[in-house]
Structure formats: C-alpha cells, structure tokens
C-alpha cells in the first residue's frame, strides 16, 4: 500500500511508512576505498548497509523543504519586483553570457 504526501508540510515520515526501496549499489575506485575505510572492524560503521541508511538518513533530514526553496526563490526576486524602473540599466546579451562564464571561473 502507497500513501502519498497531500500537503505542504505534513510529515512524510508517516505519508510514506509503506513504501520500501531495495537498492544494489556497486562502487569502485576512490569511492569503494572510501567506503571500505567507513566500514568494517576499523570504521564507524558495522557494514556497508548501516553506512548507507546513515548518508540517506542525514540527506532526507537536512534536505530543504520545497517550501524553503520557494522562500529563498522569492526572497531573491523581491527586491527586483519592488524596485523603481529607473534603477534598472539595459544589458546586451553578450554582456550577460560573459558576466555568467566570469561568474562561473570561465575564460570570457
């Protein structure tokens, strides 16, 4: 049985406690070396599931609600849309493109 989130802001723990997920995952190179160093006698973790869990655990806690991305979204644009159109000036595309590659750590 799905139950599905019906509202901004309900609990998703408890709209979602049927749903199960099984994953096959396989790592290699510096992610499985990290990953082995997590786990096992020497790691903080017992296994590699237990490690797992945790990093989707941690995720799904500190994940921003879409109410949050609204927030920051709107508390960007607000400025914009309250301003005097006289404290605008008029951009050509190219200047745009090249403050973004600049921006970005780009050759212009």
């Not at 879409?66 to 301003?83: F, I, K, Q």
Request: aromatic share 6%; net charge positive.
């Amino acid at each position: 049985m799905m139950v599905y989130k019906l509202k901004i802001g309900e609990n998703i723990m408890k709209s979602t406690k049927n749903i199960e997920v099984k994953a096959s995952v396989r790592f290699k190179g510096p992610l499985a070396a990290h990953i082995k160093e997590c786990t096992g006698a020497n790691g903080l973790f017992d296994n590699i599931s237990d490690y797992l869990k945790t990093l989707v655990r941690r995720d799904f806690v500190c994940k921003p609600s879409l109410e949050d991305h609204l927030s920051a979204v709107w508390e960007t644009l607000l400025p914009g849309a309250m301003a005097n159109e006289s404290e605008f000036e008029a951009v050509t595309l190219a200047e745009i493109q090249t403050l973004g590659r600049k921006q970005a750590g780009l050759k212009s």
